[in-house]
């Protein structure tokens, strides 16, 4: 055999090889996508009979924690009509039980199997604080490994705005030693059992958006309010917020025309009000209208 003949064969028997190991990988793919094939092709019932929770691992509890926010008020011992102080603050409960007994944390609770997170927020607000009736946002998820001595613990925040008023009959529950409100800048460097702390400072953080961008200040107003109630209450809330124009800004710039409307009597006539100044000052309330505002126009 010359030399041409031996390539020759050494060739052959190579590609021999390559299409024997493509042949064999074809096979192999042709059983991955036959055997695929099949389990797709199961009946569910397979599904739910091999199904078992057992397999996983699953959180130890889920609990809603609600902040609420309130603004208080207080008058001033002043000769002349003028507006009162308002400060923002935190409902909290002193907690009985262990975990945590002793120090201050947000009402809430565990959620059941047959409620909803927030028919849960809503029955733990009223068991814990006798609050009822209050609108609640859904905040946030907290899942930090060891945020909970009791186990895998997720907590899901809720936040509320709520008028001081409607927080008159507030009391502690059977499981709770004690509940008050406190000023959100005195909460946030208290003691706080859980993680409460940083839901109160993600709380904070949302209702101060919402002030500058939407019409939420509505919650903390009573139906008719004055232009300076509207602008204490903001400032209360957001203490950088400062605009020198601000009843020019709100009453006519094209794109809040039609957010607040002057109050009328029966009679079609103004109404106004003097409980915090010598002079009546108009009433406003809220429309439905929401201002179109964009970052680019």
């Not at 409620?115 to 604080?129: D, G, M, N, P, S």
């Amino acid at each position: 055999m010359n030399g041409n003949e031996a390539d020759s064969c050494q060739s052959s028997a190579s590609e021999r090889k390559v299409s024997d190991a493509d042949t064999a990988t074809s096979h192999v793919e042709e059983q991955k996508a036959s055997n695929l094939a099949s389990s797709l092709e199961q009946p569910l019932d397979d599904y739910e009979k091999n199904y078992s929770p057992n397999r996983y691992r699953t959180p130890d509890g889920a609990p809603a924690d609600i902040v609420i926010f309130t603004i208080t008020t207080e008058e001033r011992p002043t000769v002349k009509k003028s507006m009162p102080k308002r400060q923002l603050e935190v409902l909290l409960i002193q907690r009985k039980r262990w975990p945590f007994a002793g120090q201050w944390a947000l009402p809430g609770g565990f959620c059941r199997e047959t409620e909803t997170l927030y028919e849960c927020a809503r029955r733990e607000l009223q068991e814990e604080t006798n609050v009822t009736d209050v609108h609640i946002e859904y905040l946030n998820i907290y899942s930090t490994p060891g945020r909970d001595p009791r186990g895998w613990i997720l907590s899901h925040a809720f936040c509320a705005l709520v008028q001081e008023e409607v927080l008159a009959a507030r009391r502690a529950s059977y499981d709770a030693a004690d509940l008050k409100l406190i000023p959100v800048e005195e909460a946030l460097n208290m003691d706080l059992a859980f993680d409460h702390r940083l839901i109160i400072q993600d709380a904070l953080d949302m209702i101060r958006e919402k002030m500058m961008t939407t019409t939420i200040a509505k919650q903390f107003l009573s139906e008719a309010f004055t232009i300076s109630e509207l602008y204490q209450v903001l400032q209360t809330v957001v203490p950088t917020f400062e605009e020198p124009n601000f009843v020019r800004k709100l009453t006519s710039t094209r794109t809040r025309q039609g957010l607040i409307e002057e109050v009328r009597g029966d009679n079609g006539g103004l109404l106004t009000s003097n409980r915090y100044s010598q002079r009546p000052a108009q009433l406003y309330r809220f429309t439905d209208y929401t201002p179109k505002l964009s970052l680019y126009n």
